[in-house]
Nanobody, 126 residues
Framework: QVQLVESGGGLVQAGGSLRLSCVAS?????????MGWFRQAPGKEREFVAA????????YYADSVKGRFTISRDNAKNTVYLQMNSMKPEYTAVYYC??????????????????WGQGTQVTVSS
């Protein structure tokens, strides 16, 4: 079983920055697994934000965050990061870290991810 624990959420003003972290533990083949970040705003469905393959050589971003967010990973620490810059109030949501466990499913869809963290709240004030 894989445990994912997010941290780094909080309150930030519009235009500010936050960096989220997600540490994986347990029976994880972390360095071989793509990792993703998703978010869910109140009253909305969970949506894809960013993903990174096991080696870190390829990344994916939702159009809404391209140029503002950067996903990265440190396989030695079993940790994935999400650097969020130039934040907007519409980015307010609970952000979830997830490990991709179904290799043949799309990386930018939640269906490919079988392990999820509990989420961390990010609030962007205007």
């Amino acid at each position: 079983q894989v445990q994912l624990v997010e941290s780094g959420g909080g309150l930030v003003q519009a235009g500010g920055s936050l960096r989220l972290s997600c540490v994986a533990s347990g029976r994880t083949i972390f360095s071989s697994s793509a990792m993703g970040w998703f978010r869910q705003a109140p009253g909305k469905e969970r949506e894809f934000v960013a993903a990174i393959i096991g080696s870190g050589g390829v990344t994916y971003y939702a159009d809404s965050v391209k140029g503002r967010f950067t996903i990265s990973r440190d396989n030695a620490k079993n940790t994935v990061y999400l650097q969020m810059n130039s934040m907007k109030p519409e980015y307010t949501a609970v952000y979830y870290c997830a490990q991709k466990t179904f290799p043949l499913r799309p990386t930018m869809g939640s269906g490919g991810y079988g392990s999820w963290g509990q989420g961390t709240q990010v609030t962007v004030s205007s």
